[in-house]
């Protein structure tokens, strides 16, 4: 996935974040895969299903590729409460540290509202935690 490619995955994600009632808490796109934590007050199934799809045509379109982008379906699991929140949203946001992507979480937050989060973009992480919030990334990381 290069910053291009970013773009237009949280163009689509703004969309359908909106269309199905999601909200953004934080955020990583690595080259291969990515993870949400996001509150859902209607479906996550169907969104995530143009998600992918939508995302991968497009991909595929432009790199003349073909078949699946992401070599799984998508993993999903409740926060039960907000240690298992924050927790998640810790491995989440280290993610490009542990890569070797990037040095630090600061880092990786400046390129987050680079790609379009934060200010003017996606929402950074929100104070109020809820039961209904899920992480659903690609990589069916475990959080630890």
Do not use: K
């Amino acid at each position: 996935m290069d910053d291009h490619e970013r773009e237009v995955f949280l163009s689509l994600f703004r969309r359908l974040a909106t269309r199905h009632g999601w909200t953004l808490g934080t955020y990583c796109l690595m080259s291969n895969h990515y993870h949400l934590l996001m509150r859902i007050e209607q479906s996550l199934s169907d969104g995530m299903r143009e998600l992918n799809g939508g995302f991968s045509s497009y991909t595929n379109a432009r790199n003349g590729l073909e078949g699946h982008l992401f070599r799984n379906r998508f993993w999903c699991e409740l926060m039960e409460d907000e240690a298992h929140y924050l927790q998640t949203a810790r491995y989440i946001v280290l993610n490009p540290v542990r890569a070797g992507i990037c040095a630090t979480p600061r880092v990786a937050a400046l390129l987050r509202r680079q790609a379009g989060g934060g200010a003017g973009g996606l929402p950074r992480v929100r104070q109020r935690r809820d039961r209904r919030s899920v992480s659903a990334d690609t990589s069916r990381c475990q959080t630890p």
